[in-house]
């Protein structure tokens, strides 16, 4: 610690900036805001690919109803989303469809419990894509409410090496007590900027996850009932 006390003692003026401030803290402090940088990048990497999946899901999901609504045939739509992988509403369909197929083709004698095979089979469904939505938002969450603490530590640390200096000059003047601060200071920040938009973000996909989860079901519940509906005319 006399080795960084020393430091800044010797610190210039000029070097007050943001590139001074790292080059000149403390290992731990280095480490601190390093990690605090990749955190940063990371929540933006992971904004930048959740807002593209929400706005193509979205799509897909007014694409989907589109077609549903539009007056094609039930199987004609399934063996055109069949032949390809699917995601959200489709899903949903192909998979309720399967079932309604296997259950046919299968020479099944009786139709009794297929409704509830086939609301079992959507909200397995709606369980896995809700999965998909959701994943990697733990780390929004996490950098959200972990980032000011470490960037508290940082300062902490910061404070520390200040005191440091205090003690090795035995003087209390601004020039000697500023380069701590400052450094201490600037872990906080970057603290700040990591959680923000990691806190705000995840407010807002946990709402549109919320939102599309809504719209899954709503779906579910109306495609169940068309399908009950021909099981009662088939009995």
Request: net charge positive; hydrophobic share 50%.
């Amino acid at each position: 610690m006399n080795e960084v006390a020393q430091g800044a003692l010797e610190l210039p003026a000029a070097q007050v900036s943001l590139w001074g401030l790292f080059w000149q803290a403390h290992f731990v402090v280095k480490a601190v805001m390093i990690g605090l940088v990749v955190a940063s990048v990371w929540v933006w990497a992971i904004v930048i690919d959740k807002t593209i999946l929400f706005a193509r899901t979205r799509r897909q999901m007014d694409r989907f109803e589109q077609a549903f609504w539009s007056g094609e045939s039930l199987e004609d739509l399934y063996r055109t989303l069949s032949a390809r992988p699917n995601h959200s509403m489709a899903a949903l369909f192909v998979a309720a469809m399967r079932e309604w197929k296997r259950t046919y083709e299968g020479g099944a004698r009786s139709l009794m419990g297929l409704t509830q095979r086939i609301e079992k089979v959507m909200n397995v469904t709606i369980a896995r894509e809700v999965e998909r939505l959701e994943r990697r938002l733990l780390v929004l969450a996490t950098v959200g409410s972990a980032g000011p603490f470490i960037g508290l530590f940082g300062t902490v640390w910061g404070i520390m090496t200040s005191f440091q200096a205090i003690a090795a000059s035995k003087s209390t003047s601004l020039a000697v007590v500023a380069p701590g601060i400052a450094e201490a200071l600037f872990a906080t920040a970057m603290g700040l900027v990591a959680a923000i938009p990691a806190t705000i973000f995840y407010n807002k996909f946990a709402n549109e996850v919320n939102k599309q989860a809504q719209r899954l079901e709503s779906f579910a519940d109306e495609f169940s009932a068309i399908l009950s509906r021909q099981v009662d005319e088939k009995m």
